[in-house]
């Protein structure tokens, strides 16, 4: 704009000299043909002037018009880039919602999975049990035939038949005799995994296993199994007991925990790689336990980068 003001004073400036020539008197006897045609000349200066004073100010409106509408663009570009991020921030909100929605559906997927693998193995060491027993009393050797009032039977290979006799099946109030309670039994096994009476818990842990295997505290009593391997840095036999945990009670409290210790202990092993992929894994399918704390504590602690979920 100040070079368009220069412009315009210059030509006026130039206009104003014309006029002044043009106007001053001279003589009758200066009058020539030179001064007519410098008379004609600064006219049409003058009129050379008047026209391109008229083409700049024209030129100058087009040029403020289009400066104008140029502004009034801007602010409605700045406005509808304005709008366009607010929809795409709010659009970005919620596909994080809904992606957090369709991870906690899935992880809720992957622990009904776990637990009715867990309720699948359960029920198939249940039938293999029962299988056992069924053979087990199968193979029993059957009494001989014998009198009606209980006396003993002769003749070589006779078998007793009494109530007492050698080779009667027991029934069931002698069973349930045989069987330790659970609580009592579980209990004590952890009575003494506490005081560091490793093999005696571990008897009694076995026992839960082999008379409950269908019970909650049964993933306990294998938890705790692998515990007294992995107190003695038995690491295979530890991460093998955990297995057992994971496999077959995904669904048992316990397995957090088990799923922590193995990855440690398969650390402590110097199989690294295996150990971190358990630990993310734990972190994954358990983010908010405290295992899945201790998880990311560890991995931080080996410097290992923990993709946030």
């Known amino acids: 704009m100040k070079i368009a003001h220069s412009v315009r004073n210059r030509f006026l400036a130039a206009a104003l000299f014309a ?4 106007t001053a008197p001279v003589r009758a006897h200066a009058v020539s043909k030179e001064m007519i045609e410098l008379q004609t000349q600064v006219q049409q200066l003058l009129d050379m002037v008047q026209r391109l004073q008229s083409t700049f100010d024209t030129r100058l409106g087009v040029l403020q018009n289009l400066a104008q509408q140029t502004a009034d663009q801007a602010k409605v570009t700045s406005a509808a880039v304005a709008d366009l991020q607010q929809k795409l921030n709010a659009q970005n909100e919620g596909v994080g919602a809904k992606v957090d929605t369709v991870s906690g559906q899935v992880q809720s997927l992957n622990d009904s999975v776990d637990e009715l693998k867990s309720r699948v193995a359960k029920l198939n060491k249940s039938v293999e049990d029962l299988q056992t027993q069924l053979q087990n ?17 002769s003749g070589p290979g006779a078998q007793p038949s009494g109530p007492g006799a050698v080779g009667t099946i027991p029934g069931p109030q002698a069973l349930t005799a045989q069987t330790p309670p659970l609580q009592d039994t579980y209990q004590s096994g952890l009575r003494d995994f506490n005081a560091g009476r490793y093999e005696l818990a571990a008897g009694e842990f076995q ?14 009593a294998q938890f705790y199994i692998g515990e007294i391997d992995y107190q ?3 690491y295979d036999d530890a991460i093998g007991a955990y297995n057992a945990v994971l496999e ?3 669904g048992n409290p316990k397995a957090p925990a088990a799923q922590l210790h193995k990855g440690l202990a398969l650390i402590a092993e110097n199989k690294k790689d295996a150990g971190i992929r358990e630990l993310r894994l734990l972190i994954q399918r358990h983010p908010r336990t405290p295992e899945a704390a201790s998880a990311r504590t560890k991995l931080n602690g080996m410097g290992v980068h923990i993709v946030a979920k």
């Open 232 to 234: 003695q840095k038995k």
């Open 137 to 153: 009393i199968q193979s029993q050797p059957q009494p001989g035939a014998a009198p009606n009032n209980g006396a003993m039977p």
């Open 19 to 22: 006029a002044v020539l043009a």
């Open 248 to 250: 077959g009670f995904s």
């Open 207 to 220: 026992d839960v296993l082999h008379y409950y295997p269908l019970d909650d505290l049964a993933g306990s």
